[in-house]
């Protein structure tokens, strides 16, 4: 039995080492064929890679693609050239390379592609490091993208992060390459990457972050702009100052560590404060926002349907004055934070037209549209004040008065209303234009007493006023609201040798292969002023400004015009015209509060200064094709029986005067009550069309008169 154990075990022995072998060698042939499948696969990676370049090599170049114009969209353009609204915030505002400064190619190299200038279209190396970093981060923590890469995909592809998508930006990329040159790649790409708030291109950001040219910039603002394309909204300074300076020094960091940058300069430029445009971020994407509101108003009467015009890829010429506008928006800005009047409430308004082809130059609905989209220029209701009495004193004028008969400026009762002047000063019997010039209210009423009250209001009908204006000597001090647009068209007659004409806002429409589908055909005018009539009222109204209320609105050349200030400081009017423009300025509160001290001559005639010299500066020192007008203290009195004349007046208007104390009970009433609810709300402004409509049909009777129709072009007929 011995025997046989022993030679069991000598059996177990010999056999043990095999059945080792045998669990050694089976993990031996696992890794044997990982091994293979490793090799097996990257062969074919290598061949599919071979492959696939050999493909894209063979690819053809792209057609006309140095001429190529991304983004067929629809812009408005101003009458010299500028882009002021570009539909779907798309801005090509091409800058040649040679032009961009270096600092800024460096940086844009640096931070998205280093190896520019060394690829073909992609950078195979970029692809592997940055694939095995998100692989490791189990997130995407950086791209491989290259600069030709991302131009292919600005140009023809979309932003869906898909494989798919991935390879066509790769062949159109190595396209791209062989079709035109790595300078010219970089210099299509630094015109068309976005780059946040609006802006595509580097130039259009330069105007947007900091409103300066490309050569002006300092080299932390190169930088900063050359750390948005990666995520605009997120570094977007006008959004969050700290991130992009973050992103900025990151910029910086890189420039350094290519050597594109000393230490020095480093250091100087990380400390750097972001110093941005005071203008509004939103007149950098649309330079005139309340003018392009205007401008689809105008296509849509036109047949544009809104949605054909923003994806229609229209080129619209405007009327618009682009530097005058420019100047409008920044003048507003400037004056009122001058003058204190800060609050999103406290507005302003401009609107500028030529008297002589009605073209729209300057048009401002407000102070910040992104604030207040309320167009202040056709739909608010304000009363002018002292702005109106030239249309009292046309009325004189065009029934025989002379600028030089003789007024007395003394306290005055009209039926039971006694207006007083400003500050209660009297100057006695003086002439109609220096009752003008000084805005004299006693003056003022006399004359509209010797006028009649229908004859003011037939002539603002027949100028182009139509908001409501009661049978009441009151008006003649501007107490019934106007609006802005309609009340500088009026003043256009006093410009023009007394023809109206109808602003209008589109020269041309063209479509995106350049056919003409609408051009103005000029506007029609009708006269409805005596041209005498209007060579006299210049001549008041140029004293205005040299010598009376509205000093602060001289520029230096012939001009004319008038402060209006309503009693309770509500609101201030400057209106006034050179021969070829008129302008005229609002000021006031969107919840009719008060603003104590604030009058015609001071804000709104620094506003229409700033404007008018920038705007009349191409027709020189021109003056009025006008006769000359004398002006002197020798003339024929215009009251000789005061009391008489009331009381006459008084009886004929008894029957008015109790529906007009009607009326002005329940326009009070009805002011009160939106002003409240105004108020508590936070809403629109009071002073609409609505409140005037609710007292209109209980105000006094008005006779009748043969309406003369105010020019309109032919287009909008």
């Known amino acids: ?40 696969c990257s062969a074919l990676a290598i061949a599919g890679f071979i ?142 990457v976005y ?36 995520a605009p909204s997120v570094y977007n300074p006008y959004n969050n100052k700290d991130l992009a300076k973050q992103r900025r020094n990151q910029v910086l960091k890189r420039m350094l560590a290519m050597k594109y940058i000393t230490k020095e300069q480093y250091e100087k430029a990380i400390d750097a404060e972001i110093k941005l445009s005071d203008i509004p971020q939103l007149y950098t994407a649309n330079k005139a926002p309340y003018f392009s509101d205007y401008v689809m108003q105008e296509l849509e009467k036109l047949g544009f349907h809104e949605t054909e015009v923003i994806h229609g890829g229209y080129k619209v010429i405007t009327t618009l004055d682009a530097k005058a506008q420019e100047k409008a928006n920044e003048a507003i800005l400037a004056n009122m934070k001058a003058y204190g009047l800060t609050s999103k409430s406290q507005q302003a308004a401009v609107f500028s037209f030529s008297p002589v082809d009605g073209k729209i130059l300057v048009y401002a609905g407000g102070k910040n549209y992104g604030e207040s989209q309320y167009d202040r220029v056709t739909q608010a209701i304000r009363p002018p004040g002292s702005a109106f009495k030239p249309i009292v004193y046309a009325a004189a004028m065009e029934k025989g008065f002379s600028p030089n008969d003789i007024v007395d400026d003394s306290p005055v009762t009209l039926a039971k209303w006694s207006p007083r002047n400003y500050g209660n000063k009297y100057r006695g019997k003086i002439p109609l234009y220096k009752a003008l010039m000084v805005s004299s209210n006693v003056c003022a009423a006399r004359i509209i007493r010797e006028v009649g009250v229908h004859s003011v209001i037939q002539l603002a009908r027949v100028l182009g006023i139509t908001t409501p204006l009661e049978k009441d000597y009151t008006i003649s001090l501007g107490s019934n609201g106007v609006k802005l647009f309609e009340f500088v068209r009026a003043y256009g007659a006093f410009a023009n040798g007394g023809y109206v004409v109808e602003p209008y806002a589109i020269e041309r429409v063209e479509d995106s292969r350049g056919r003409v589908l609408y051009r103005a055909s000029g506007t029609k005018s009708s006269h409805q002023l005596s041209s005498n009539t209007a060579a006299e009222m210049t001549a008041m109204m140029k004293t205005v400004i040299t010598n009376g209320t509205g000093k602060g609105a001289n520029i230096g050349k012939p001009a004319a015009g008038k402060t209006g200030t309503t009693d309770d400081y509500r609101d201030a009017y400057f209106v006034g015209y050179t021969p070829n423009i008129v302008t005229g300025v609002w000021v006031g509160d969107d919840n009719n509060k008060q603003m104590h001290g604030l009058t015609g001559g001071t804000i709104p005639a620094k506003i229409w200064k700033d404007i008018m010299i920038v705007a009349s500066e191409k027709y020189g020192a021109k003056d009025f094709d006008y006769p000359e007008i004398v002006l002197s203290d020798k003339g024929k009195p215009i009251d000789a029986d005061d009391e008489q004349n009331a009381e006459s007046e008084t009886t004929k208007t008894q029957d008015e005067e109790a529906l007009l104390k009607e009326a002005n009970e329940l326009k009070e009433r009805a002011l009160e009550s939106v002003k409240n609810s105004s108020q508590n709300q936070n809403t629109n402004p009071v002073t609409t069309t609505d409140i005037n409509n609710s007292f209109k049909k209980n105000q006094a009777p008005v006779p009748k008169s043969e309406q003369i129709p105010i020019a309109v072009p032919e287009s909008l007929r």
Request: proline letters at 4%.
């Open 51 to 192: 492959a696939f370049n050999l493909y894209l090599s063979s690819l053809p170049p792209i057609e006309n693609l140095r001429d190529f114009r991304p983004n067929i969209v629809t812009k408005f353009y101003s009458s010299d050239g500028e882009i002021i609204k570009t539909f779907t915030a798309y801005t090509y505002d091409k800058v040649e390379l040679k032009d961009v400064p270096d600092d800024l190619k460096n940086a844009i190299i640096a931070t998205e592609d280093k190896n520019f200038y060394h690829h073909k279209g992609y950078d195979i190396f970029g692809i592997i490091r940055s694939s095995l970093q998100n692989v490791m981060a189990m997130h995407t923590v950086q791209g491989a993208s290259t600069i030709t890469q991302q131009l292919a995909r600005i140009l023809f592809l979309s932003n869906e992060r898909t494989l798919i998508r991935k390879v066509k930006e790769l062949e159109v990329a190595t396209r791209i390459e062989r079709t035109i040159s790595k300078d010219k790649i970089l210099e299509m790409y630094l015109n068309n």
């Open 1 to 40: 039995m011995s025997r046989s154990y022993e030679s069991y075990k000598k059996q177990r022995a010999e056999q043990t080492p095999a059945r080792e072998r045998k669990r050694i060698n089976k993990p031996n042939n696992f890794f044997n064929y990982l091994k293979m499948f490793v090799i097996v």
């Open 195 to 230: 780059l946040g708030a609006g802006s595509y291109g580097v130039s259009g950001a330069a105007k947007t972050y900091f409103n300066k040219k490309l050569n002006q910039l300092t080299l932390p603002e190169l930088a900063l702009i050359a750390g948005l394309p990666q």
